[in-house]
Nanobody, 121 residues
C-alpha cells in the first residue's frame, strides 16, 4: 500500500507564499506522475499542477506563473511552491500519485489526506 502525507498548509495573507510537501511511503515499485489538486468549499476537486517522473510539468491557467511544482524522486516527495497567493486560492489541497506496487500490478491512483490553505485578504 502507498501512503501520501502532506504538510505545509496554513493561513497566509494575500500576496504571501507557502510551500506544500507530499511524501510517499510504503511498499511501492515505482511512482509515475504526481500532481496537486484543490477543492474549495462547494466546488469540485480541481487538478492544477502535474509533474512526470522525468520532470515535465503542466499547470492550470489559474496558477500559471505563481505556483511551481517539483519533485525529488529519491525522497519520493512532490513539492508545491505557491507565491503571490490570493483569497481565491483558499481550498483544501490534495496530492496525488500514480504508483505501481510491483511488476505484476498496473498503475493506480493514491491520494493524500488533504491540507487546508487559507488566504486572507
Amino acid at each position: 500500500q502507498v501512503e501520501l502525507m502532506e504538510s505545509g498548509g496554513g493561513l497566509v495573507q494575500s500576496g504571501g507564499s507557502l510551500r506544500l510537501s507530499c511524501a510517499a511511503s510504503g511498499s511501492v515499485f515505482g511512482i509515475g506522475d504526481m500532481g496537486w489538486y484543490r477543492q474549495a468549499s462547494g466546488t469540485q476537486r480541481e487538478l492544477f499542477a502535474t509533474i512526470s517522473w522525468r520532470g515535465d510539468r503542466t499547470y492550470g491557467d489559474s496558477v500559471m506563473d505563481r505556483f511551481t511544482i517539483s519533485r525529488d524522486n529519491a525522497k519520493r516527495t512532490v513539492y508545491l511552491q505557491m507565491n503571490s497567493l490570493k483569497p481565491m486560492d483558499t481550498a483544501v489541497y490534495y496530492c496525488n500519485a500514480r504508483a505501481r506496487l510491483n511488476l505484476l500490478t498496473s498503475m493506480s491512483d493514491y491520494w493524500g489526506q488533504g491540507t487546508q490553505v487559507t488566504v486572507s485578504s
